[in-house]
T-cell receptor, first 116, second 109 residues
Framework: GAVVSQHPSWVICKSGTSVKIECRSLDFQATTMFWYRQFPKQSLMLMATSNEGSKATYEQGVEKDKFLINHASLTLSTLTVTSAHPEDSSFYIC????????????FGPGTRLTVL | AQRVTQPEKLLSVFKGAPVELKCNYSYSGSPELFWYVQYSRQRLQLLLRHISRESIKGFTADLNKGETSFHLKKPFAQEEDSAMYYCALTQGGSEKLVFGKGTKLTVNP
């Protein structure tokens, strides 16, 4: 498998501030990471695919200028929620893929964001 | 667009009873189907995938292309099976997962 951590596990911020969430692959060099958002009692929705060394690929309807993704190394991807608003409050989850042909994703524990 | 439907939000059974969690998908190509599980206070993890044709923790799932279904079954449910179960698919060649809305399974003593 792969061990994935996220930091912080929860964060509360004021409206208008920016919040950075880290996703680390602890035992595997990941060229591809995924970022999901999960609203209460709803399913995981893929936000973007994070590619090491290149720009992230965003899903339709996800604002790339609001949700900045940086995947500068094979073990770290960051998601920055810029100018957060209450409607951005959600559970953000990252996952690591071991590459095509394997097709299993390994998930982080998630980060609970609450915007006041 | 591809879609995964889990018609039951909640499913409650007694210990020892059979359980079936339904999953239907819509996709024109040849998807790969998965079941992911999330136990209380734990992260999401893979339970099984159709391509492996394996039984994990007593669970099996058969891909029925005619009915576009991938139902998860276990003949005798255990209390420790209580969890949130998500059916998911990837489209051919892509690593992107499309999730269903999930079914919360409760196994009562």
């Amino acid at each position: 498998g792969a061990v994935v951590s996220q930091h912080p596990s929860w964060v509360i911020c004021k409206s208008g501030t920016s919040v950075k969430i880290e996703c680390r692959s602890l035992d595997f060099q990941a060229t591809t990471m995924f970022w999901y958002r999960q609203f209460p009692k709803q399913s995981l929705m893929l936000m973007a695919t994070s590619n090491e060394g290149s720009k992230a690929t965003y899903e339709q309807g996800v604002e790339k200028d609001k949700f900045l993704i940086n995947h500068a190394s094979l073990t770290l991807s960051t998601l920055t929620v810029t100018s957060a608003h209450p409607e951005d409050s959600s559970f953000y989850i990252c996952s690591v893929s071991k590459g095509s042909g394997y097709n299993e994703q390994f998930f982080g524990p998630g980060t609970r964001l609450t915007v006041l | 667009a591809q879609r995964v439907t889990q018609p039951e939000k909640l499913l409650s059974v007694f210990k020892g009873a059979p359980v079936e969690l339904k999953c239907n998908y819509s996709y024109s190509g040849s998807p790969e189907l998965f079941w992911y599980v999330q136990y209380s206070r734990q992260r999401l993890q893979l339970l099984l995938r159709h391509i492996s044709r394996e039984s994990i923790k007593g669970f099996t799932a058969d891909l029925n292309k005619g009915e576009t279904s991938f139902h998860l079954k276990k003949p005798f449910a255990q209390e420790e099976d209580s969890a949130m179960y998500y059916c998911a698919l990837t489209q051919g060649g892509s690593e992107k997962l499309v999730f269903g809305k999930g079914t919360k399974l409760t196994v009562n003593p």
